[in-house]
């Protein structure tokens, strides 16, 4: 197992296009998180799921924000209508059944809104 | 005020030196702690993760956690230049919630 995987890696968009991102967990991992972190800040929670259920989401996470993770394995982070404000490192971590030994996170897409 | 305060630093010392890293946290009802190195433009990598008051350690780090006072913190001991990088603390709730509150993350330098 590699770890958690990311793709892509960088992403250039107009403001307007709609972006999708993929997370890639480690396989024996039933929980997977978003994060998103802007420069010189800490990760900022956006969404989770155990296993294909999306249990919680931040109330950062705007309407142009979508999650999925059909079949529990695999997620996708969709934003629709990317603005400026957007363009940030997104993150992707996952955990087996809370919290205990920790999250492992992903490198992270970074976007960048133009 | 912010639920995970972390000085954002820089902090700057010498090969070899101890370096002490440290939090507060506002709520008493966050169970578990863990502390993350990042490299620039990398993944946040877990370096420390306790559930109690206490010392834990492993290899030249050190994670402290002092429930009463909620104060975190983290020593490392012997710094290498391998260590500059920035490092973030971490809380939680835990059970079904699945949300890590974060500090701003201290940049550490350390110089040969």
């Known amino acids: 197992d590699t770890g958690v995987s990311q793709d892509p890696r960088h992403k250039i968009t107009k403001r307007g296009q709609n972006v999708t991102f993929r997370c890639d967990p480690i396989?024996?991992?039933?929980?997977l998180y978003w994060y998103r972190q802007t420069l010189g800040q800490g990760p900022e929670f956006l969404t989770y799921?155990?296993?294909?259920?999306?249990?919680?989401k931040s109330r950062l996470l705007s309407d142009r924000f979508s999650a999925e993770r059909p079949k529990g394995s695999f997620s996708t982070l969709e934003i629709q209508r990317t603005e400026q404000g957007d363009s940030a490192m997104y993150l992707c971590?996952?955990?087996?059944?809370?919290?205990?030994?920790?999250?492992?996170f992903g490198s992270g897409t970074r976007l960048t809104v133009v | 005020q912010k639920e995970v305060e972390q000085d954002p630093g820089p902090l700057s010392v010498p090969e070899g030196a101890i370096v002490s890293l440290n939090c507060t946290y506002s709520?008493?009802?966050?169970?578990?702690f863990m502390w993350y190195r990042q490299y620039s433009r990398k993944g946040p990598e877990l370096l420390m993760y306790t559930y109690s008051s206490g010392n834990k350690e492993d290899g030249r780090f050190t994670a402290q956690v002092d429930k009463s006072s909620k104060y975190i913190s983290l020593f490392i001991r012997d710094s290498q230049p391998s260590d500059s990088a920035t490092y973030l603390c971490a809380t939680g709730y835990g059970g079904s919630q699945g949300n890590l509150i974060f500090g701003k993350g201290t940049k550490l330098s350390v110089k040969p």
């Open positions: 396989s024996e991992h039933n929980r």
């Open positions: 709520n008493s009802a966050f169970q578990y």
């Open positions: 799921f155990q296993n294909e259920a999306q249990l919680e």
């Open positions: 971590a996952s955990s087996y059944q809370g919290e205990r030994g920790g999250y492992t």
